[in-house]
């Protein structure tokens, strides 16, 4: 016997309500949805009770991935974070004024800017990546590894289908 969840009672209603339409793309972004409501949750507690705003926590990850020393452009972190240039130099600032990360003059380009991580900044990053992968491990955990991969798999696929879409054309 399958298990149901709240997304069998919507597509069931919904089915009633408009049988003209296909159903099957909303039981795959509903669930997402819901998916997502939780993993937003379990990572905003897991940056907060690391002492970081999520938007923290994604410029942060950027520079520790980038590896030692821990330096980027604005440009990459813009790229990385899919904001606007203004919205990452309001970012730098309010993160430099906390000393999670400072501002060093490119060496290869004098008129431009790195953005460097402190130590401080590298704490609290690795602080929250810790709680997130214990977290998102948790909300895993009724899955074994085959279907995570599986899942991953697909995921990936439903990304870089997303990332070509443009709405309206």
Not at 97 to 114: F, H, S
Not at 119 to 140: F, K, P
Request: no cysteine; net charge neutral; glycine share 6%.
């Amino acid at each position: 016997m399958s298990q149901h969840d709240e997304v069998d009672r919507i597509l069931s209603d919904w089915a009633a309500a408009r049988p003209d339409l296909d159903l099957a793309p909303l039981a795959v972004f509903s669930r997402m949805t819901r998916v997502t409501k939780h993993v937003d949750r379990a990572r905003s507690q897991a940056f907060e009770r690391s002492g970081l705003a999520a938007w923290e926590f994604d410029v942060l990850a950027v520079l520790r991935r980038g590896g030692s020393p821990f330096r980027q452009s604005p440009k990459v972190l813009v790229q990385q974070t899919m904001v606007s240039s203004g919205t990452m130099t309001n970012r730098i600032d309010r993160m430099q004024e906390r000393d999670l990360v400072r501002r060093l003059t490119d060496p290869n380009d004098g008129r431009g800017v790195l953005v460097e991580m402190t130590e401080q900044g590298q704490t609290l990053v690795d602080a929250a990546m810790t709680r997130l992968s214990d977290y998102e491990e948790q909300l895993l955990g009724g899955m074994p590894r085959s279907e995570r991969e599986r899942l991953a798999t697909l995921l990936r696929k439903l990304a870089l289908s997303v990332d070509r879409f443009e709405p309206g054309a």
